[in-house]
T-cell receptor
Framework: DSGVTQTPKHLITATGQRVTLRCSPR?????VYWYQQSLDQGLQFLIQ???????AKGNILERFSAQQFPDLHSELNLSSLELGDSALYFC?????????????FGDGTRLSIL | GESVGLHLPTLSVQEGDNSIINCAYS??????FIWYKQESGKGPQFIID?????DKRQGQRVTVLLNKTVKHLSLQIAATQPGDSAVYFC???????????FGKGTMLLVSP
């Protein structure tokens, strides 16, 4: 058990809809990262928050947004969903702002767009 | 980014053998490397890490070797067990950054 909790485990919705994925980091970790894993693109970094502030941005679509709350949990919002957004979405956390500590991953949310 | 696709490189070994999984990383400015294990239905699980000022690091049954000259990383698993069957990813972080860039992944299959 990595200590990172993601909910829900599975989400099935339709094109055009909006969903929110939730992540609780390991106790004491200030950084939260979101990744997308699809069959054709592998694991891709989306966005990082550190202590409530956006720290780094990767290949995140404009239809996607995230935030980190004062209690350090994070939410990833996906809107105007398309079939191609079907993927596994992982959250990871670490204690550092910079990348010199391992990131620990949750078990992901599997998003299926019908 | 790297593509995993449906056709991961696969390494098949017998239980008790030693396994070596290789990874070519992409950026000579990367200074921190991590190996992850991902089992079906689970998130990537941290195995071992190494910084660029080292060329070898050992853990429990695992050893990571780093060759910066040829930008190559390897993970050695001693006395491989069926429970080691999973997809293994190397990941790199460029100095001064925080984002992981993952390699393609290698599927390890261990037969009893």
């Amino acid at each position: 058990d990595s200590g990172v909790t993601q909910t829900p485990k599975h989400l099935i919705t339709a094109t055009g809809q909006r969903v929110t994925l939730r992540c609780s980091p390991r106790s004491g970790d200030l950084s939260v990262y979101w990744y997308q894993q699809s069959l054709d693109q592998g694991l891709q970094f989306l966005i990082q928050y550190y202590n409530g502030e956006e720290r780094a941005k990767g290949n995140i679509l404009e239809r996607f947004s995230a935030q980190q709350f004062p209690d350090l949990h994070s939410e990833l919002n996906l809107s105007s969903l398309e079939l191609g957004d079907s993927a596994l979405y992982f959250c990871a956390s670490s204690g550092a702002a910079w990348g010199n500590q391992p990131q620990h991953f949750g078990d992901g949310t599997r998003l299926s767009i019908l | 980014g790297e593509s995993v696709g449906l056709h991961l490189p696969t390494l098949s070994v017998q239980e008790g053998d030693n396994s070596i999984i290789n990874c070519a990383y992409s950026n000579s400015a990367s200074d921190y490397f991590i190996w992850y294990k991902q089992e079906s239905g689970k998130g990537p699980q941290f195995i071992i890490d190494i910084r660029s000022n080292m060329d070898k690091r050992q853990g429990q049954r695992v050893t990571v070797l780093l060759n910066k000259t040829v930008k190559h990383l390897s993970l050695q698993i001693a006395a491989t067990q069926p429970g080691d069957s999973a997809v293994y990813f190397c990941a790199e972080i460029i100095a001064g950054y925080s984002t992981l860039t993952f390699g393609k992944g290698t599927m390890l299959l261990v037969s009893p």
